[in-house]
């Protein structure tokens, strides 16, 4: 997942790869917050809640990142994929 400007196309954190494991609290949360069932949306995606999924790195880095913070707050923040901010800052 990067994190990036959409105003000057700069990353505005490192990326966090799949098996990053510090959002490990917002899947936490998100399990307690629905009874302690990781599997409350399987039906819908065929999957857990679970640490590699980008949602939970976008909450991750918008609550612990300064930076992503402020481009949230104003309007500005883009969230994807290297390939996402490569094409991003190639054009």
Do not use: Q
């Amino acid at each position: 997942m990067v994190a990036f400007d959409r105003v000057t196309g700069k990353a505005l954190h490192n990326i966090l790869v799949w098996m990053d494991k510090r959002t490990s609290n917002v899947v936490a949360d998100l399990i307690d917050r629905n009874g302690g069932d990781a599997d409350v949306y399987r039906n819908i995606c065929g999957l857990p809640l679970n640490t590699y999924f980008g949602g939970v790195k976008m909450k991750w880095l918008i609550e612990n990142v300064a930076s992503v913070r402020e481009a949230h707050d104003n309007g500005t923040l883009v969230l994807g994929t290297v390939d996402t901010w490569l094409v991003y800052v190639s054009f």
